[in-house]
């Protein structure tokens, strides 16, 4: 359980595959009923995320960010 801005919650840390830095939190149960609409929901800090082709933060998304590639592997996949 953590307490956050918006009371307390129950989360569960999200780890990058590549190096294991936490990245963001997953909400699993909101304490306060007006909060439950966040559960099962998740939060990426975004100056956390980087870019598959660089170290740089990623940019605000685009279209362009939007397309993948089969034969690149998922930094964000839930392990």
């Known amino acids: 359980e953590r307490e956050l ?3 307390r919650h129950t989360v569960c840390d999200i780890h990058c595959t590549c190096c294991r830095e936490v990245v963001g939190w997953l909400y699993i149960r909101a304490q306060d009923p007006r909060e ?3 559960e099962h929901k998740f ?3 975004r100056s956390k995320v ?3 082709d660089s170290r740089a933060p990623v940019s605000p998304l685009t279209s362009a960010s939007l397309s993948s590639s089969s ?3 998922d930094p964000f ?3």
Do not use: A, N, P, Q
Request: glycine share 12%.
């Open 5 to 7: 801005t918006t009371g």
């Open 43 to 45: 939060i990426l800090e």
């Open 50 to 52: 980087l870019g598959l």
């Open 36 to 38: 439950r609409y966040k």
């Open 77 to 79: 996949e839930m392990v």
């Open 71 to 73: 034969d690149v592997e």
